[in-house]
């Protein structure tokens, strides 16, 4: 048995309900997705071209989550700076008020003094975000990668505010090491006139009048001389300290800085993959619509060509 033979007209119509099914159902992949480049059959050039920049946005997002972890790192360090230096003003304080205390007072501020010292170094130790301390020790470091490219790097040394060493450029006191191991501060270290060649081990040792007596008192030309390089000591710490703070913060707002351009970048690099892939919803929805009625017509066509033949069959009969 031969196939059976439709006419022209109706052979033309099958093909474009066909193609009009064809588009209707891109069309409805469209808005379903959102989409007009799902895959790379559907625009091979622009489908390779959105991979490329979203590819590229996701390495620059990958290293924003590090450069926000930086600036973390970083800023737990300058917190610790902040409460160091009104540590430091504790420590100008007691010294300020032995200078003219009794002799029993002047007892009492020698602990409040070691007391003081002991928690500043406490505090500087406490100061780890996920174990880098950028406060205890010079060997430490943080290196921010901010993109692939090797050059894109922003390094920081850290600092041994409360080194147990010889003096060095990066520690609170930089005349002489002023802690021991253990955090205890060296009172003598601090306690001393400008060369540290005269040393005092308490306030109580120092003679403010000259005319206290008992062995091992400090004459009061030497005590002067202790206080008031003391004095300048801390104030050298706290210009110290204030460095460091600057250095650390303009770390951080170097840090922001690529962040908040890694976040604009990546949304730069979004928005141009978008384009690229983005269907137009409204133009979608109106072509559907359009379809759809080119489906009504096309089937209604059918309909009535068919009806055609049914006329015949009635003659026949």
């Excluded at 409805?28 to 059959?41: A, E, H, M």
């Excluded at 379809?291 to 009504?296: A, F, S, Y």
């Excluded at 009535?304 to 009969?317: D, F």
């Amino acid at each position: 048995m031969s196939d059976i033979t439709l006419t022209s007209t109706q052979r033309q119509t099958l093909l474009s309900l066909t193609s009009v099914t064809s588009l209707f159902n891109r069309t409805q992949n469209r808005l379903n997705t959102g989409k007009k480049v799902n895959s790379v059959t559907d625009n091979a050039q622009s489908f390779f071209q959105a991979q490329s920049l979203n590819n590229r946005s996701n390495t620059i997002l990958n290293a924003k989550s590090t450069i926000d972890q930086s600036i973390q790192s970083v800023q737990a360090a300058l917190t610790a700076t902040s409460a160091v230096t009104a540590l430091l003003g504790q420590l100008q304080g007691v010294l300020q008020s032995a200078r003219g205390a009794t002799l029993s007072n002047r007892i009492a501020d020698t602990q409040s003094f070691k007391t003081i010292g002991a928690q500043l170094s406490q505090l500087v130790k406490d100061a780890s975000f996920q174990g880098l301390n950028l406060l205890t020790s010079t060997a430490a470091s943080l290196s921010t990668q901010f993109s692939e490219r090797t050059a894109a790097t922003l390094a920081i040394t850290g600092y041994n505010l409360v080194a147990t060493s010889t003096a060095n450029s990066r520690t609170l006191f930089t005349q002489a090491a002023a802690f021991k191991s253990d955090g205890t501060l060296i009172f003598s270290a601090i306690i001393g006139n400008a060369t540290l060649s005269s040393e005092a081990a308490g306030f109580s040792q120092l003679d403010l009048t000259g005319t206290q007596a008992g062995a091992g008192t400090v004459p009061a030309s030497t005590a002067q001389a202790i206080f008031s390089g003391a004095i300048q000591r801390i104030s050298n710490a706290i210009s110290q300290l204030n460095a460091v703070s600057a250095a650390l913060g303009t770390n951080v707002a170097i840090l922001q800085a690529r962040s908040t351009f890694s976040s604009n970048y990546a949304n730069t690099l979004t928005n141009g993959s978008d384009a690229l892939t983005l269907a137009d919803l409204n133009t979608e929805a109106a072509n559907s619509q359009a379809l759809t009625l080119r489906q009504q017509l096309g089937i209604q066509s059918l309909s009535v060509s068919g009806q055609q033949n049914s006329s015949i069959l009635t003659l026949l009969r």
